[in-house]
């Protein structure tokens, strides 16, 4: 299986200002199709998890254009660019290139 | 607006069994494949199982394989999860998420499974 590794595990940080998640799989992330299965997720306090980025940087219906996905091959990012009280939660990356589909730990982000 | 429901959590003793249920409206639900994926309290997500449009292909994660079931009735646009041999460890919120190709989207509430004496 891909192991989805994701850092920091914790993001304190000031509303308004940016924020950025890594997350590194364990392989390849490229399908045998040209496309690379890389999507980010978000779970809100008590909430299912939310799909906001796929296939890297492709933002999903109503998701704001703070957030913003980037990377290639093994290692990604997940960049928003002005932090709202909203955006609190924990973001999850999965990859959906090789089966079964895996889910990195999840990196919390809170506010200061 | 496409929905996903999910039924049928709730405290069952070490051995037990629970069916879960999912209900989906405002997509069309045969042309999809579904998955149940879970959340154990406090922790991360995993995928359990999964299932294609016409039921002819179903994959489980290891730890479950034998016990759970996952299955699927189109015209009642309907998922479902047979769970047998509960363990503590499979106490966790289990959702059900429809497949994308390239991610799951939406997701259910989800329904909590509680395994314990």
């Known amino acids: 299986d891909i192991v989805m590794t994701q850092t920091p595990l914790s993001s304190p940080v000031t509303l308004g200002q940016p924020a950025s998640i890594s997350c590194r799989s364990s392989?390849?992330?490229?399908?045998?199709?040209?496309?690379?299965?890389l999507s980010w997720l978000q779970q809100r306090p008590g909430q299912p998890p939310r799909l906001l980025i796929y296939?890297?940087?492709n933002r999903f219906s109503g998701v704001p254009d703070r957030f913003s996905g980037s990377g290639a091959g093994t290692d990604f990012t997940l960049k928003i660019s002005r932090v709202e009280a909203e955006d609190v939660g924990v973001y999850y990356c999965?990859?959906?290139?090789?089966?079964?589909?895996?889910f990195g730990q999840g990196t919390k982000v809170e506010i200061k | 607006e496409v929905q996903l429901v999910e039924s049928g959590g709730g405290l069952v003793q070490p051995g037990g069994s629970l069916r879960l249920s999912c209900a989906a409206s405002?997509?069309?639900?045969?042309?999809?494949?579904m998955s149940w994926v879970r959340q154990a309290p406090g922790k991360g997500l995993e995928w359990v199982a999964n299932?294609?449009?016409?039921?002819?292909?179903?994959y489980y994660v290891d730890s479950v394989k034998g016990r759970f079931t996952i299955s699927r009735d189109n015209a009642k646009n309907s998922l479902y999860l047979q769970m047998n041999s509960l363990r503590a460890e499979d106490t966790a919120v289990y959702y059900c998420?429809?497949?994308?190709?390239?991610?799951?989207?939406?997701w259910g509430q989800g329904t909590l499974v509680t395994v314990s004496s």
């Open positions: 998420a429809r497949h994308l190709g390239y991610s799951y989207g939406p």
């Open positions: 405002g997509f069309t639900f045969s042309s999809y494949w």
């Open positions: 299932i294609k449009q016409d039921g002819s292909e179903k």
């Open positions: 392989q390849s992330l490229v399908h045998s199709d040209g496309n690379t299965y």
């Open positions: 296939k890297i940087s």
């Open positions: 999965m990859q959906a290139t090789q089966f079964p589909w895996t």
